[in-house]
């Protein structure tokens, strides 16, 4: 009861209200009172600031899209239960962000000893060099402060991270400088652990650290205190542990010892957006899209087939199902045909840049890194996968558009032996000469969004999207060198590659079909 009291007091200090106090007298006069600041540990702050912030209303984290009613909830519990807690999810699932995020349900600025290592609670010194100066000084004992993301510590796992990396060792060097005995407590040298006392420690993919480290971190969880080998004293740190792993990893036999497992509170699944329009919405906040320069309109379609590529190849079997396909992908994708599209317009000194889809088969570098393949997929070469996921990508989104029977002109128009060349080089000028001559095509536009007063650059782009779309569906057929033709009528142009290769199988599949019975 009285703990509430003093919680709702708190919020009534503006944040410019803060005395800032620079010694211990003045601290305990001020909001960060004995009472209020000696047992408050890290994790009741975080509870009391994110109880604040769910009083308020509004989001509990900013910037972090389509986890509100699974990850969201799941998160706030276990921040409310004190629980140290696993975030388990693929790559490229926000989990750093998240863990990242809680630094800001930290209190502003947080007090302690000026000068310590280990940032020491001003009321409650561990250490030997602070419980030295508070014997001596008293309340005149300097207070510095830290802000927020000062007091997040985060820790890549891997293999090579030892004890004395992670809780601390003796310092031969402050030994000697300062004439202490090897054993006496000033001559230690805190690691990463004890240095993130009264914060946040973050250890991403933690099944990679070794049994040995893991036994180290479940000392802390059990005992709450670590011990630094060769000293004879405890250090009992206040620190939220929070921790990220693939799921696999996690779950895998013999990875993670069973006393950490059993002391990690909480265990919250990440996953990747649920829909087209969530990953556009987080591609279009993580993206570099305003730059200056040239005048950009990424047109919807651009932007949907981007993002199909990760949903198709997140299904795709030749894609590795271990790793999943991090939303990096789509981002990565969006910078670099934006980029293209800028190279497009200051080659031919145009104020506008519009991406087409041949700027996302242009934009490959960043989608093949990123596609971890299976057996099945590396034989068929990352490059030609890819290609056949933007190929199913842009017959997605186009299917968004167009019916099945939609564009017959259009089709004709090629099937009586017409034949364009668009590549991502080709100029607006050239490119919308050439959309002209098909009958039939620029009156479409308007449904991707186009319409006839519309700049050249929009209406050149919304027209190769058709072309790219009648393509990715087989209606129309297209080399390698972006001469958009009747696949049915020059098989000798397409011969060469492997995606076209089936192109033609399928047109002499259809061709045979056709053929009557008798
Ligand atoms: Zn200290």
Same mark, same amino acid.
């Given at each position: ?35 209020? !600041? ?6 009741? *702050? ?103 993301? *000062? ?10 991270? !030892? ?21 006496? #407590? ?41 011990? $630094?080998?060769?000293?004879?004293? @405890? ?28 002391? $990690? ?11 087209? #329009?969530?990953?556009? /919405? ?17 047109? +919807? ?5 981007? *993002?199909? $590529? ?7 079997? @030749? ?21 293209? +599209? ?20 242009? /934009?490959?570098?960043? $989608? ?44 004709? &128009?090629? #099937? ?19 959309? *002209? ?5 620029? #009156? ?10 519309? +700049? ?15 393509? /990715? ?33 399928? &047109? /002499? ?10």
């Amino acid at each position: 009861m009285g703990l509430q009291k003093q919680s709702r007091r708190w919020q009534w200090f503006p944040e410019a209200m803060m005395t800032i106090a620079h010694t211990l007298g003045e601290l305990r006069n001020s909001q960060f009172s004995e009472q209020r !600041t000696l047992r408050r540990g890290v994790k009741d *702050e975080l509870r009391e600031n994110l109880l604040a912030r769910l009083k308020a209303g509004g989001p509990v984290f900013e910037g972090i899209v389509g986890y509100d009613d699974t990850v969201i909830p799941q998160l706030v519990n276990a921040v409310l239960s004190r629980h140290n807690f696993i975030l388990l999810g693929l790559r490229g699932q926000a989990k750093s962000r998240i863990l990242r995020a809680l630094t800001t349900l930290l209190d502003e600025q947080a007090p302690y000893i000026a000068g310590c290592e280990i940032r020491d609670n001003p009321y409650a010194p561990l250490c030997r060099h602070c419980k030295d100066v508070l014997a001596r000084e008293g309340d005149r004992t300097p207070i510095a402060w830290m802000k927020r993301n *000062e007091r997040y510590v985060e820790k890549l796992a891997t293999p090579d991270v !030892t004890i004395a990396d992670l809780i601390g060792d003796i310092d031969p060097i402050k030994a000697a400088r300062g004439g202490h005995e090897l054993g006496n #407590e000033l001559v230690i040298h805190y690691g990463l652990l004890p240095r993130a006392n009264r914060g946040i420690f973050a250890v991403n993919e933690l099944p990679d650290l070794a049994g040995k480290i893991q036994v180290g971190l479940f000392n802390i969880m059990q005992e709450g205190d670590v011990q $630094i080998k060769g000293f004879p004293v @405890r250090l009992p740190l206040d620190v939220a542990l929070v921790f990220s792993a693939n799921p696999e990893d996690y779950t895998a036999r013999g990875k993670i010892i069973t006393p950490l497992k059993d002391r $990690i509170g909480s265990e919250i699944r990440t996953h990747y957006p649920a829909t087209i #329009e969530e990953g556009m /919405a987080i591609t279009a906040q993580e993206s570099w899209c305003q730059r200056g320069g040239a005048e950009l309109m990424v047109p +919807a379609y651009v932007r949907e087939t981007a *993002e199909q $590529i990760a949903f198709i190849a997140r299904a795709d079997k @030749r894609v590795d199902k271990r790793s999943g396909v991090s939303q990096r992908l789509p981002i990565s994708v969006v910078e670099n045909v934006i980029s293209n +599209a800028e190279r497009r317009a200051v080659h031919e000194g145009s104020s506008l840049a519009v991406p087409r889809i041949s700027d996302i088969y242009a /934009a490959m570098p960043s $989608i093949t890194g990123k596609l971890e393949l299976g057996y099945e997929g590396e034989i068929k070469g990352a490059d030609a996968v890819a290609r056949e996921i933007i190929q199913a990508s842009v017959a997605k989104t186009f299917d968004r558009y167009f019916g099945p029977g939609d564009l017959k002109q259009v089709v004709q &128009w090629f #099937e009586l032996g017409g034949q364009v060349t668009l590549t991502d080089n080709t100029t607006t000028h050239d490119g919308l000469k050439s959309m *002209e001559k098909i009958q039939g095509l620029l #009156e479409k536009t308007g449904k991707v969004g186009a319409g006839k007063d519309d +700049a050249p650059e929009i209406i050149v782009s919304a027209a190769e999207f058709i072309l790219e779309g009648l393509h /990715a569906h087989k209606r129309i057929g297209r080399t390698e060198d972006r001469v958009f033709t009747s696949g049915d009528k020059q098989p000798h142009l397409i011969e060469r590659d492997d995606n076209h290769a089936e192109v033609d199988a399928e &047109w /002499a599949q259809r061709k045979k079909n056709r053929r009557p019975f008798n």
